[in-house]
């Protein structure tokens, strides 16, 4: 099993409801997304995925979020965009891309801070 990760960044504000304090009022965060992919086999180049595809598709992806509120972002409506709904948003719109590739995607890891991270795994 071969894991490749990339890891990138976007800015955006959002505020979270019913959670108390702070984080309900309007405010951002500069979010660093790290994104892998994995397979059991290499191509016959001897690698799993040439690093420009995955990073290609997690840019699309983030440049979709960046410098947005994302309280009115489409796929937000209606949810909280908390980190872990984020990192779920990024994770299926990564597993459309890397199905293309035969490619799985083993998880995604959203940072919200320099110490504080949530990851989507999706049980199989
Ligand atoms: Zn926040």
């Known amino acids: ?3 490749v ?4 960044s976007f ?3 959002h505020m979270l ?3 108390g304090g702070k984080c309900e009022e309007l405010h951002g965060h500069n979010f660093k997304v790290e994104a892998t992919v994995t ?19 997690l840019q699309e992806i983030l440049d979709k979020l960046d410098h947005k509120h994302l309280n009115e972002f489409p796929s937000f409506l209606g949810k909280n965009p908390s980190s872990e709904n ?3 948003y990024i994770y299926n719109e ?3 891309k890397a199905r293309q590739a035969e490619l799985k ?4 890891k959203v940072w919200e801070s320099e110490n504080a991270a949530v990851t989507y795994i999706e049980n199989d």
């Open 1 to 3: 099993m071969y894991e």
């Open 94 to 96: 990564m597993k459309l």
């Open 39 to 57: 397979a059991e086999n290499l191509n016959s180049s001897g690698i799993l995925v040439d690093f420009r595809n995955v990073k290609e598709w």
């Open 86 to 88: 984020i990192a779920l």
């Open 105 to 108: 995607v083993a998880r995604v």
């Open 11 to 13: 800015s955006a504000a």
């Open 5 to 8: 990760t990339i890891i990138k």
């Open 17 to 19: 409801m019913a959670v």
